[in-house]
């Protein structure tokens, strides 16, 4: 039981290209989340899924587009990439209340030169 | 709105002593808390929960106490081990079915 996977593990891409990083659960967990974790700032929430074709915003949206069109898969796209969007992105997942364990992936490494 | 913090961003435990990690927050309505332990290149882990309801909780070697009067949080370590050594964040739960993440503490484990 793989859990919850991310690809890729690293990243690097130049300013203004897009990119998309993937998330994977085998849990069918109805809510899914993506975090980015900054030195000095902890995890900060992304974009949030709480069911298949339903999301929304999180604590720092702006620059990231999500979609969930199947209730396994969590894509995170960069449609233009900024120097500032260089984090570690995790994604994570939790049954059917939020209020939940969120079990975490092993995170994607991304790096915007 | 809610926040979640942590005393010290660093602390040093000898191998075999316990450890206490605490932990602020700052939303009286949260019902919910939870720590994770994260190793270095890793995704964080989930260790313990807790909610509001109860005072204590324990797990093996870990638990969790929370003082709601103060809104005050720690995680207890008993009998540290080199593993132990990671950064360890205690979430609560705010709006919508969503976590907020303290900063978190970096525990290590001297021999």
């Known amino acids: 039981d793989a859990g919850i996977t991310q690809s890729p593990r690293y990243k690097i891409t130049e300013t203004g290209r897009q990119v998309t990083l993937m998330c994977h659960q085998t849990?069918?967990?109805?809510?899914m989340f993506w975090y980015r974790q900054d030195l000095g700032h902890g995890l900060r929430l992304i974009y949030y899924?709480?069911?298949?074709?339903?999301?929304d915003k999180g604590e720092v949206p702006d620059g990231y587009v999500v979609s969930r069109s199947k209730t396994e898969n969590f894509p995170l796209t960069l449609e233009s990439a900024t120097r500032s969007q260089t984090s570690v992105y995790f994604c994570?997942?939790?049954?059917?209340?939020?209020?939940?364990?969120?079990?975490f992936g092993p995170g994607t490494r991304l790096l915007v030169l | 709105g809610e926040s979640v913090g942590l005393h010290l961003p660093t602390l040093s435990v000898q191998e075999g002593d316990n450890s206490i990690i605490n932990c602020a927050y700052s939303?009286?309505?949260?019902?919910?808390f939870i720590w994770y332990k994260q190793e270095s290149g890793k995704g964080p882990q989930f260790i313990i929960d807790?909610?509001?309801?109860?005072d204590k909780r324990q797990g093996q070697r870990v638990t969790v106490l929370l003082n709601k009067t103060v809104k005050h949080l720690s995680l207890q370590i008993a009998a540290t081990q080199p593993g132990d050594s990671a950064v360890y964040f205690c979430?609560?739960?705010?709006?919508?079915?969503?976590?907020?993440f303290g900063t978190g503490t970096r525990l290590q484990v001297t021999l």
């Open positions: 899924s709480a069911a298949a074709d339903i999301t």
């Open positions: 979430a609560g739960s705010g709006t919508a079915s969503k976590l907020t």
């Open positions: 994570a997942s939790s049954e059917i209340s939020g209020n939940l364990p969120q079990y």
């Open positions: 849990w069918s967990h109805s809510y």
């Open positions: 939303n009286s309505a949260s019902d919910y």
């Open positions: 807790i909610r509001s309801n109860m």
